[in-house]
C-alpha cells in the first residue's frame, strides 16, 4: 500500500488537469485510474492516422488547455481538426440541414427574443426563445442532441457555448498531431504525477487518514482524495464514509454513448456519401466520416439503448443501401456522460458547500459542464482549493 498526499480518483482530463495544477505548487500526486485508456477522450489509432471516439474538438477560447499545453512546451502539437460537413438523416432519408429552417420564425424569434439570459433556463427554454419553438423542435434539437451526445432538451442554457474570449495566437478550433490522448500523455508525464491502474471500489477514514481499496486489497492511504471519476462510481465510493455527499452524486443521471467506427468491404457502400450525419429521430446521434488514405470509415455515436450490435449494423447498412456482410466494425467503445438538466445547478452548489473545508476535492464533466474546458477549469479551481488548504494547515 502506498501513502501519499493526494490522491486522484480517475486518469481523464479532469483527473490529470487537477494533477497538473497540484504538481506545479510542488506536491506529488497519484492517479488512480482503472482502465488505460478509459474515459471520454480516445485517440483510436489505423496506421499513422488517429480517429478519435470521444472528444475530437478543442477551440482558442479553452484557455486552461492551451494553458497547459504552454506550459508543456507542447503548442507545435496544435493542428488542424478533421474539417466536419453534415448532413441530415431522417425517416425519409439524408437531407440538407438547413431545408429544416424556417427563416421567417428564425427573424421573428431573434426580435422578440433579444436580450433573454441563459441563466437558469434549459437549453430548450431559451433557444425556443431565440431561435423560434418550431425551429428548435424541428432542428436545432438535433443539433444540439449531436453535440452533446445526449437529450439537450434540459442541458442547462449556460453551460453550452460559454463566452469566453478567444486566444488569436491559436486557430479557432484545432486537434492535437497524436489526437486529443496527447494531452493526457503530455500531462501523464510529469514526473510529480505517477499513475496506477486500480479500479477503486472503496474509501474509508482511518482517523486523519482515508483509505483507498480495489476489492480486498488497500492500495493507498491519502490526506486527501480528489474524486474526478463519474459521479455514480463517485457516490459508489463514498457511499460508506460520507453518506450526505454521496447521496447528492447519486442524483446526477448518466447516459452511455455506444461509438462503432464501421468500414466496408466494397469501395461502392460509402461513396455517394462524403457528408457527416446527424441524425433526425435515429437511434444514433451522429456520425463522423474520415476518410484515411482515400478509404472512408463511419464512426456512429449510439443513443443509450439496448439495441444489439447486429440490430446496429441492420440500421447502418439501410443508411447506406448496403448489405450487412458489406459492412464491418472495426472497433467499438462506450463513455459515460452526465446528463446534466437545470436541476443539476443546485447539486452542484450543494456538493461545493459540503467539500468546502474538507480534504475532499470533485471535479468531472458533471460539475461545471461538459467541455473539456469546462473539466480543465473546474480542476484547476478544485487544484487551488487543495493547495489553499494545505497551505493554511499543512499538518
Ligand atoms: C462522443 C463524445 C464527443 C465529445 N466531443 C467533445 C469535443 O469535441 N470537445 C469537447 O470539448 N468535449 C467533447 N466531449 C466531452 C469531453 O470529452 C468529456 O466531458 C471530458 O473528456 C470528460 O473528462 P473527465 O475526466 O471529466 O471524465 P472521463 O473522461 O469520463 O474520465 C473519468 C475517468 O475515471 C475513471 N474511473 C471511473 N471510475 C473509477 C474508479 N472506480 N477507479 C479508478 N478510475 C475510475 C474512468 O475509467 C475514466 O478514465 C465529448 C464527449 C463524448 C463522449
Known amino acids: 500500500m502506498v501513502t501519499c498526499e493526494i490522491a486522484v480518483i480517475g486518469g481523464g482530463i479532469s483527473g490529470l488537469t487537477f494533477a497538473h495544477y497540484v504538481s506545479l505548487k510542488g506536491h506529488q500526486v497519484k492517479v488512480f485510474e482503472k482502465e488505460k485508456g478509459g474515459g471520454c477522450i480516445h485517440s483510436y489509432f489505423i496506421d499513422q492516422h488517429y480517429i478519435d471516439f470521444g472528444a475530437h474538438t478543442l477551440t482558442n477560447r479553452y484557455a486552461t488547455v492551451l494553458e497547459i499545453l504552454e506550459r508543456y512546451k507542447a503548442t507545435d502539437q496544435v493542428c488542424k481538426p478533421l474539417t466536419l460537413k453534415f448532413e441530415g438523416y431522417g425517416k425519409k432519408g439524408f437531407f440538407r440541414l438547413f431545408s429544416k429552417i424556417n427563416c421567417i420564425e428564425l427573424l421573428r424569434s431573434a426580435f422578440t427574443g433579444f436580450g433573454t439570459k441563459k441563466q437558469n433556463l434549459s437549453v430548450r427554454s431559451f433557444y425556443s426563445k431565440i431561435l423560434g419553438t418550431k425551429n428548435y423542435l424541428n432542428f436545432f434539437h438535433y443539433l444540439f442532441q449531436a ?13 453550452l457555448f460559454r463566452k469566453r474570449r478567444r486566444n488569436r495566437k491559436y486557430p479557432k478550433s484545432f486537434s492535437l498531431k497524436k489526437g486529443l490522448d496527447q494531452i493526457l500523455d503530455i500531462i501523464a508525464g510529469n514526473p510529480s504525477i505517477s499513475t496506477e491502474y ?42 460508506d464514509g460520507w453518506p450526505a455527499l454521496a447521496g447528492l452524486l447519486r442524483r446526477f443521471p448518466v447516459v452511455q454513448v455506444q461509438s462503432l467506427l464501421i468500414g466496408s468491404n466494397n469501395a461502392m457502400t460509402f461513396s455517394k456519401r462524403n457528408k457527416s450525419l446527424i441524425g433526425f429521430d435515429q437511434p444514433f446521434y451522429s456520425a463522423i466520416l474520415y476518410v484515411i488514405d482515400d478509404i472512408k470509415y463511419w464512426l456512429f455515436h449510439f443513443k443509450e439503448n439496448t439495441m444489439p450490435v447486429a440490430e446496429r449494423i441492420r440500421v447502418i447498412g439501410e443508411i447506406f443501401s448496403a448489405k450487412q456482410d458489406e459492412i464491418f466494425v472495426v472497433a467499438a467503445r462506450s463513455a459515460l456522460l452526465p446528463a446534466i438538466s437545470v436541476e443539476c445547478l443546485a447539486l452542484q452548489s450543494e456538493i461545493d458547500m459540503q467539500t468546502r473545508d474538507s480534504a475532499i476535492f470533485i471535479t468531472g464533466n458533471y460539475m461545471n459542464g461538459l467541455s473539456v474546458e469546462d473539466c480543465c477549469s473546474r480542476a484547476k479551481n478544485e487544484a487551488e482549493r487543495f493547495h489553499a488548504a494545505i497551505t493554511q494547515n499543512p499538518g
Not at 147 to 159: R, S
Not at 229 to 238: G, N
Open 147 to 159: 453535440i452533446l451526445c445526449q437529450d439537450p432538451d434540459h442541458y442547462p442554457a449556460g453551460q
Open 198 to 239: 486500480y479500479n477503486i471500489t472503496k474509501i474509508t477514514k482511518e482517523g486523519e487518514l482515508h483509505v483507498l481499496w480495489s476489492g480486498p486489497a488497500q492500495v493507498a492511504q491519502t490526506k486527501s482524495i480528489c474524486l474526478a471519476c463519474d459521479p455514480k462510481s463517485a457516490s459508489l465510493l463514498l457511499g
